[in-house]
């Protein structure tokens, strides 16, 4: 196996097991206001949860696994530095067809790489719970681009674009 494969797949690992930890303390809290009779705020918790998951069932929805792992990559990293995270995928890279003639093995390493840096523009001296990025996928006649948008509430700190 390739250094850079397994490294995705290593991460992916993490990312799974930190998600099935999150599950387990959902359901904790869930089962806790349930058993406190609380069946309102088990909803709003509930419902809170599922606004939460909205990122990573956009990212399944590009179709080409390589960048799933990617994408996936950079939600999780941003879940754990506590910043929310939107996203943005043109209807195109939903479909096959779009990555047949787009994609070529050699922009996995560099699209993980500018991730990566993007990650670097989240300041440590800034309440996370006031960040948000932004990260819009684009479409390219030859290749694909993407940009990285961090907010403190509507204020813009830094912008970085990736285009192949």
């Not at 799974?16 to 869930?30: K, S, W």
């Not at 779009?98 to 699209?111: G, L, M, P």
């Amino acid at each position: 196996m390739f250094t850079f494969e397994k490294t995705l797949l290593y991460k992916q690992i993490d990312n799974f097991q930190l998600q099935r930890h999150d599950f387990l303390n959902y359901f904790q809290v869930i089962k806790g206001y349930i058993q406190l009779n609380m069946p309102e705020k088990a909803l709003d918790y509930l419902d809170q949860t599922i606004a939460e998951l909205v990122p990573q069932q956009l990212i399944y929805k590009v179709n080409q696994k390589v960048m799933i792992a990617i994408l996936l990559g950079l939600f999780f990293d941003l879940r754990l530095k506590g910043v929310e995270m939107a996203i943005e995928i043109p209807q195109e890279m939903r479909e096959e067809e779009y990555w047949q003639t787009r994609w070529q093995e050699e922009y996995a390493e560099q699209f993980y790489g500018y991730t990566k840096e993007c990650l670097d523009y989240i300041p440590e001296d800034i309440d996370p719970g006031a960040l948000l990025v932004e990260f819009q996928l684009l479409t390219a006649p030859q290749g694909f681009g993407c940009e990285f948008r961090l907010f403190k509430e509507s204020e813009l700190l830094a912008k970085k674009s990736f285009m192949i």
